[in-house]
């Protein structure tokens, strides 16, 4: 059974790959966890400064789904959004996504140590288990 230490994991393993960002869903598809217990384990990987909660607004208009802008504080979000083609909309849970970015130097740090793990491998084996 899959666990938090789960998300941890993908975490860490996503953060070397050649992505910014990411939605829970994401992890929750991948772990198999609930959407609750993810999305309360990043919070808590944020607070360690590993990943940093932004908001997404989006278009609500169907078919659209634009990201109209990306706001790090929930209370900098404005009521009323415009959309550079379906114009003025007002915010509601449907059209605010929550998304993790990635520490710039966790990401770094990430990308450094998978190339160390895969030098190891490769010099020999024996030594990493
Ligand atoms: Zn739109």
Redesign the pocket.
């Known amino acids: 059974m899959a666990t938090v230490w789960d998300i941890d994991e993908w975490v860490d393993n996503a953060a070397s790959l050649p992505i910014k960002s990411f939605y829970p869903t994401a992890v929750a598809r991948a772990t198999n966890l609930p959407l609750n217990v993810v999305f309360d384990r990043l919070l808590y990987l944020a607070e360690g400064k590993k990943i940093n909660l932004l908001y997404e607004i989006r ?1 609500p ?1 169907y078919e ?1 789904t ?1 990201v109209v802008k990306c706001i790090d504080k929930f209370t900098d979000i404005e009521f009323s959004q415009t ?1 550079s ?2 114009g003025k909309f007002e915010i509601s849970s449907d059209t605010v996504f929550p998304i993790f970015q990635f520490d710039q130097e966790f990401k770094e740090r990430a990308k450094i140590k998978k190339k160390q793990v895969q030098g190891r491998i490769y010099l020999n084996p024996t030594l990493v288990y």
Do not use: L, P
């Open positions: 278009c208009e659209c634009r959309c083609i379906h």
